[in-house]
């Protein structure tokens, strides 16, 4: 067997384990399973990390460097306005960022024609960000980000979003929410369509 | 010479002709043109488009799909409070956005060594949003993205953004452009150094 034969393979096998660990200890977003599961399955292809979306308040020091950044709350799910006011209110650090993050996916296969085939289906279904980004012997991984997203600093010393906005605002997260998961199902469907 | 010797070369040089009839024209983001000047010079790398990054007011309609987006408003450089806040009390469409985007840059090549050089070039700068999105007979095209940015709602039927937060946000807004403007410097610097 060729050598890259054998090192795909071996990586291969080590980010089904990964994800067969993270599934057994719900360490896995649901709504990605199907598709990590599907591409398990596959011979040429994996799947190295991902995210379904998440709705996220982001504590920033004044510069705003990434090292800095810390959760503050997070929700993979759809929020409720309390939950976000409450959040908002129990914050003493320096900048705080409302985040409606969409899904992200690492995707790794085996060859570059593979790899075409990935960014040909994501632009089938209007997932504009996708991408080759890590080609080393043996493997090529993709990074696929959805389109929808909130980024917003709504709180910074005695300025502060209002309440009857930050409504409006908890409801657009949501929505861009429901639009990211729908993209998720459109890419999963597509997969496995088209991957075998 | 070989034909995807030959494909690269006519590729190039169409790209070359597109850049200067851009700059004397006008049309170029003023930021933007010592890295695609210095790319034209070399015989395996062109631009094929570019944004420095801008800041926008953009009309949406409810289902918010991209076809009926619309720049209400648009700018390449900082904005002031009252800009933003004309344009955003002049709007009578649907749903108003504010945006602050950051770069973004395509840039062909000849080869995948040469994709994987330019990546590795983003990654130490801190540009994490490069990778290969085009993979055609001769060349390479890699879309490159700034990490700052700023997107929220603010305007949608009776609901507004208020001043003094919109004030800040602006505010923000700037900053963030500021940052942005400096990550194109880095990002220059490298490529001239790096890529002859």
Redesign the interface.
């Known amino acids: 067997m060729e050598k890259k034969e054998t090192i795909f393979k071996m990586i291969k096998e080590h980010h089904k384990k990964t994800f067969e660990k993270a599934k057994k200890e719900g360490k896995m977003d649901l709504d990605f399973i199907p598709l990590c599961e599907h591409l398990t399955k596959t011979t040429e292809y994996f799947t190295s990390s991902c995210c379904a979306g998440r709705i996220a308040l982001v504590g920033l020091n004044k510069k ?1 460097t ?1 090292k800095e950044s810390a959760f503050h709350r997070k929700w993979h799910k759809k929020v409720k306005f309390e939950e976000i006011k409450k959040g908002i209110s129990s914050f003493e650090g320096e900048v705080l960022w409302l985040k409606q993050e969409p899904l992200i996916l690492h995707l790794g296969t085996k060859t ?1 024609n593979n ?2 085939k990935i ?1 040909a289906i994501c632009e089938k279904i209007g997932l504009k ?7 080393k012997e043996g493997k090529y991984i ?2 696929i ?1 959805g ?1 929808h ?5 709504v709180k ?1 010393g005695k ?4 309440e ?2 930050l409504k ?2 908890v409801k ?1 997260c949501n ?1 861009k929410f429901d ?1 990211n998961k729908k993209t998720l199902k459109k890419l999963t469907i597509e997969i496995k369509k088209q991957i075998k």
């Open positions: 705003e990434k570059l790899s075409i960014i960000r996708a991408g080759i980004k890590v080609i993709l990074e980000i389109n997203n909130i980024n917003m600093p910074e300025i502060s979003i209002n009857n906005y409006y605002v657009k929505q639009k």
